[in-house]
């Protein structure tokens, strides 16, 4: 019996403490996800990049209301980084392959991302991204639309960022990731350690997502071949 009252102790006294840990850590700063267990890895994820891959970030400006975040696309590590750079909630537009990942659909589906069929059948997704957008949320997406390393050749960037940010009439917040190491690796770079970084580039006003010269300059801005101060001045000079 005395055993018995024991464990019943060990087990009541290491569900407070649990409760204790977990208030804590929902007490960092961090986004509200609507949900107990998103909070949790939220705060958990954060310290996670602050720790392991050393972020460094003044932090994304957004606006209170929806609008896009883009940024370039160079490990798996990405969306964990911009999620850490910013106190609002992401809802990431991923690939349907990568949504159904093994053992990882549970997360995605918690964090409320939106899969897209890159074989062609993307209406689904465009319209789950406008919804959102016109809810009031924080849409992000990787216009290079796989990862895109800064010595690979220019690539176009995928032209539904523009038109989803036309369409709701929301800005495209845009930012440039580097110092991540194990890039154009999807699980390595989660777990090798780095001294990585979030750049704030700058806004697009969606009257300007239609502008051919604009997209062209935000393309080069994500790959580093422009800086933020000269991708903002009215001709990039």
């Keep these: 019996m005395e055993t018995w009252v024991a464990c019943v102790l060990f087990l009541v006294v290491l569900v407070g403490l649990l409760m204790m840990a977990f208030r804590r850590l929902l007490r960092r700063p961090g986004a509200d996800w609507g949900s107990l267990a998103a909070n949790v890895i939220?705060?958990?994820m954060?310290?996670?990049?602050?720790?392991?891959?050393h972020l460094d970030t003044p932090g994304l400006d957004l606006?209170?209301?929806?609008?896009?975040?883009v940024s370039n696309h160079v490990s798996g590590l990405d969306p964990f980084l911009?999620?850490?750079?910013?106190?609002?909630?992401?809802r990431f537009i991923i690939a349907k392959e990568e949504y159904e990942r093994f053992g990882l659909t549970w997360l995605f589906r918690l964090a409320r991302c939106i899969p897209v069929d890159r074989s062609g059948r993307v209406e689904s997704a465009f319209r789950e991204a406008l919804r959102a957008l016109r809810n009031g949320e924080v849409?992000?997406?990787?216009?290079?639309?796989?990862?895109?390393l800064d010595e690979e050749p220019d690539k176009?960037?995928?032209?539904?960022?523009?038109?989803?940010?036309?369409?709701?009439?929301?800005?495209?917040?845009?930012?440039?990731?580097?110092?991540?190491?194990?890039?154009?690796?999807?699980v390595k770079a989660v777990f090798v350690a780095s001294h990585s970084r979030v750049t704030p580039l700058g806004r697009i006003s969606f009257e300007q997502a239609g502008d051919p010269a604009l997209r062209q300059r935000l393309g080069h801005a994500l790959l580093g071949k422009l800086?933020?101060?000269?991708?903002?001045?009215?001709?990039?000079?």
């Design 139 to 148: 849409v992000a997406l990787f216009p290079h639309g796989k990862i895109h």
């Design 82 to 90: 911009l999620i850490a750079a910013t106190d609002r909630p992401l």
């Design 227 to 237: 800086d933020a101060e000269s991708f903002q001045r009215p001709n990039g000079h």
């Design 46 to 53: 954060r310290s996670y990049c602050r720790h392991v891959h």
């Design 156 to 186: 176009p960037l995928k032209r539904g960022v523009f038109r989803l940010a036309e369409l709701a009439k929301v800005p495209i917040v845009a930012a440039r990731i580097t110092g991540v190491r194990a890039q154009g690796s999807v």
């Design 42 to 44: 939220d705060r958990l």
């Design 63 to 69: 606006p209170d209301g929806p609008c896009i975040v």
